[in-house]
């Protein structure tokens, strides 16, 4: 069975980083691209980042570009996410999961979702 688990989360001022794990469980991680999504109350959960399996590519939101970075660690089945420049905005329930095929932004190409791990910027 296909889990991930994310942690990391925590309360951070406006300007302070944090890093984000996704250890995967059941699978080996390094043939699937995963994505990094968030949540914000009241909001419709949105992609963040998506590293590809074969080659490492790298895509971001618009909003999160220059400030946060995606990488992976293929012996600790481990994605990261690297959150610098921390804006109130960037405040919610952030998840990882597994792409369905390729990499991609789109809530519907995903599956397998963690628990998710909330962060708070505050001002």
């Known amino acids: 069975q296909l889990q991930l688990v994310e942690s990391g989360g925590g309360l951070v001022q406006t300007g302070g980083s944090l890093r984000l794990s996704c250890v995967a469980s059941g699978f080996t991680l390094r043939y699937y691209a995963i994505g990094w999504f968030r949540q914000a109350p009241g909001q419709e959960r949105e992609g963040v980042s998506c590293?590809?399996?074969?080659?490492?590519?790298?895509y971001y939101a618009e909003s999160v570009k220059g400030r946060f970075t995606i990488s992976r660690d293929n012996a600790k089945n481990t994605v990261y996410l690297q959150m610098n420049s921390l804006k109130p905005e960037d405040t919610a329930v952030y998840y990882c999961?597994?792409?369905?095929?390729?990499?991609?932004?789109?809530?519907?190409?995903?599956?397998?979702w963690g628990q998710g791990t909330q962060v708070t910027v505050s001002s």
């Open positions: 590293i590809s399996s074969s080659d490492g590519s790298k």
């Open positions: 999961a597994v792409a369905r095929v390729g990499p991609s932004l789109a809530l519907g190409d995903f599956h397998s």
